[in-house]
Every structure is written in C-alpha cells, then in structure tokens.
C-alpha cells in the first residue's frame, strides 16, 4: 500500500532521514518507533506530503507521489497536539471535511453519525471541543480523519499529550477501531509498549535510519541487534 524508497530528507547538512526504506501491507497497522530525533515525524510528513525528500521515492497503491499535493493523497492526519475548530460543534469537526467536498446533507450526517458512535461520542454531537476530555478530543479528531475514509491514516503520537491510563484505554480502543475498520494505518510512537500492543509490523527508527523492522515478536527475537534489545528492553 505504502512502498517508500530510499529516502532521504536534509535539513542543511544534517540527515533527518538517510536512504530509508519502508514497506506498508495494506491494512495494516505499522508502528514507527524509536528515540526522541530519529526521525519519525519526518518519515510521516513525507509520506503524507507535508515534506518533499531530496532522494528517493514513495509510492501510494503503485502510484509515486513523491511530488504530489497532501490534500491529492487520500491520507487523513492526527497529530499529538490535535487543532480542533474551537467554534464549531463536535458535529461540525467531524462533518468538516465532507464539507468541503461538497457531499450532499443526509450523507454528512448519515456518517457522522455512524463514526461519533464507532469512537463512543454519540452523545457529545452538539459540544463543543472545550467540553471535551483530552482523550474524548483525540477521539474526535480520528472520527474527522476517518469521515473521509482515508486509504491511509497517520498518527504522530497522537495519545502523547495524555494520562497514562486514558492513554491505555485508548490504545485498546484504537486496535479495537483498526480491526473493524482496515485502514492502512503508520502511527509514530517512541513508547515500544504502544508500538507492541498496537502493531502489526514495528519499523525501528535511530539516527534517521531503519535498525528493524518486523512483527512485534520477531524484533524480540534479535538478540543479534544490540540497539533493538537495548532500546526495547527485556520481554
Ligand atoms: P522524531 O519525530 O523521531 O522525534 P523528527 O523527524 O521530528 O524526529 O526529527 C529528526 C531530526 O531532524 C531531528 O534532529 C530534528 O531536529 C531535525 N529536523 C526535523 N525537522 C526539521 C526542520 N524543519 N528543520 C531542521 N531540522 C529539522
Ligand atoms: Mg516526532
């Protein structure tokens, strides 16, 4: 689904990402993990566009669109710190993207509908995002990136900013939520308990490079790599 190859992205002289390589199956979830700087949210912002790499390429359902617009992807973005529309209604954050696609009124609310009840916000239409919990507010703003069903979702530590435990109950609500829906989903953490609850598949970032990539239980399996075992820890 997501093929990048060889990507490299400098700022000045410095490698934020150098010839990196990753492969996404579709619907999968793939976690990018690794230390503060290693790169992650550079990986994300080129593959959504918000970023163009001087080297390499990347390719969406066998289209390169290395060069192409973000809005012309078909990608839907949450990041840590979420701007929600603080005058409009959680009904209006959701319903804004379709908007703006000029969808016709009974379809709007038909999926609003629908995705304030797969996030567990079906009471909260008519709120507005102040009256929301941080986590609730998370919640909304995957329910607008999904409302116009993105072929790929991408979560730059979206649940960051929150408490540990709302922070727990979300992940299990996320895993719950990609199960049900598919969508081809890269969320960057640099929490390994995140990336191994969540993942199908664990890309390893450090110093702009790819140390690993695999399932969950085969990045424990390297004893070999001493950066793996370092950074992960024992089981
Ligand atoms: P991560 O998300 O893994 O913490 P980033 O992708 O944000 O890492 O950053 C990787 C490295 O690239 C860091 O050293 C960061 O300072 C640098 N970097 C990222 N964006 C820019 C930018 N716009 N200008 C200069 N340096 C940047
Ligand atoms: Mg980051």
């Known amino acids: 689904m997501i093929s990048v190859s060889s990507v490299s992205k400098r700022y000045g002289g410095f490698a934020a990402l150098d010839e990196v390589s990753v492969e996404v199956e579709s619907g999968s979830l793939t976690a990018l993990l690794g230390p503060s700087g290693s790169g ?30 973000p809005q012309r992807r078909g990608i839907g973005f949450v990041f840590q710190h979420y701007a929600a529309f603080k005058h409009m209604t959680v009904r209006d954050n959701v319903a804004f ?15 609003v509908d629908e995705l304030l009840g797969v996030v567990g916000l079906a009471g909260y239409q008519g709120r ?32 960051g ?4 435990n709302v922070r727990a109950e979300l992940r299990a609500w996320l895993r719950r939520l990609h199960d049900e829906v598919h969508v081809t989903t890269v969320l960057v953490t640099h929490d390994q308990e995140e990336a191994m609850e969540l993942a199908d598949r664990i890309v390893v970032l450090n110093g702009g490079r790819v140390e690993q990539a695999g399932a969950p239980r085969e990045l424990y399996d390297v004893p ?5 075992m370092g950074f992960l820890g024992p089981v």
């Open 40 to 69: 992650k949210s550079t990986l994300l912002r080129v593959i959504a566009g918000l970023e163009v790499p001087d080297e390499g390429t990347v390719v969406l359902e066998d289209r390169d669109v290395t060069r192409l617009a």
């Open 97 to 111: 993207g379709l908007k703006v696609r000029k969808r016709p009124k009974a379809e709007i609310a038909a999926k």
């Open 128 to 159: 507005h995002p102040s009256q929301l919990s941080g986590g609730q507010r998370q919640r909304m703003a995957l329910a607008r990136a999904l409302a116009v069903e993105p072929k790929v979702l991408l979560l730059d530590e979206p649940f």
């Open 161 to 164: 900013a929150l408490d540990a």
């Open 224 to 228: 070999a790599n001493p950066f793996v």
